[in-house]
């Protein structure tokens, strides 16, 4: 059973930063493409915002890239998404997704 659980999620003031990390169990973690994708409020669709493959590539979305960072610990079987000077537009849900499976989500609100 895949099992994706996102943390880190919370309340921030526009240009503050966090760190949201997802554990992943129930797959071969060092070879999976790993992903963030974010949902804005009212939007059925999820935008990528980050992925990292097995690899050292990396994708940012234009909007995030210089801003955010995606890391992996293959040894945790942790991706990790560090976002700085956050603006209110990237308020949403969080999730991460390795293949074809997805997190629960994690609530970023982007306020104040």
């Known amino acids: 059973q895949v099992d994706l659980m996102e943390s880190g999620g919370g309340l921030v003031h526009p240009g503050g930063s966090l760190t949201l990390s997802c554990a992943a169990s129930g797959i071969s973690f060092a070879g999976a493409t790993m992903g963030w994708y974010r949902q804005a409020p009212g939007n059925q669709r999820r935008d990528m915002v980050a992925s990292i493959k097995s690899g050292t590539t990396i994708n940012y979305s234009d909007s995030v890239n210089g801003r955010f960072t995606i890391t992996r610990d293959n040894a945790k079987n942790i991706v990790y998404l560090e976002m700085n000077d956050l603006k209110p537009e990237e308020t949403g849900v969080y999730y991460c997704?390795?293949?074809?499976?997805w997190g629960q989500g994690t609530q970023v609100t982007v306020a104040g």
């Open positions: 997704k390795a293949c074809d499976w």
